[in-house]
């Protein structure tokens, strides 16, 4: 199973909602969710190219510890099918301007993060419209074609 999720995660060209929305989607129920996450952590140098300076060291520090935390939770899982996924695209560039848009409280640590970044956060929702407990996976990032899954920067740097 993980080598399809291995497998499946390039994307081409320019992401769009509907195109993220789409890929994330194939994944509806909070195992795949967790596999996917547990093969998509970042690497120091994928750390490197989304936070500034020594932030990126910091950030790995603490996300390498999260493997772990990952095989744990999904011993003890409860099962949940969802029907479906939405994602809110956060984009770096916007953190700093006065607007009204969605960020995830992410201007709260701007300055650690590097331009030009698209931050895609998931939601995924049951049947009956509901939101999903604990769905808000935060944040998945598309570098170079690959999906790369970054636990909310806020734990780390929010202030």
Known sequence: MLVLFCGTMQMHGQDSKAEVEAYFGQYLN??????????????LDQCKQVFKGENAITYFKFVSKLDKEILEKMSGLDYEEHAKCKVDAIKTDDLGEENTNYD???HEYAEVLKND???????????NGEEAYNSTYKFFVNLEGEWVF?????????K
């Open 104 to 106: 995830a409280g992410m």
């Open 117 to 127: 970044i698209t931050f895609y956060q998931l939601r995924y929702f049951f049947e």
């Open 150 to 158: 970054f636990a909310n920067p806020g734990i780390v740097f929010r």
């Open 30 to 43: 909070n195992r795949a969710q967790l596999e996917l996450i547990a093969v998509s952590l970042p690497t």
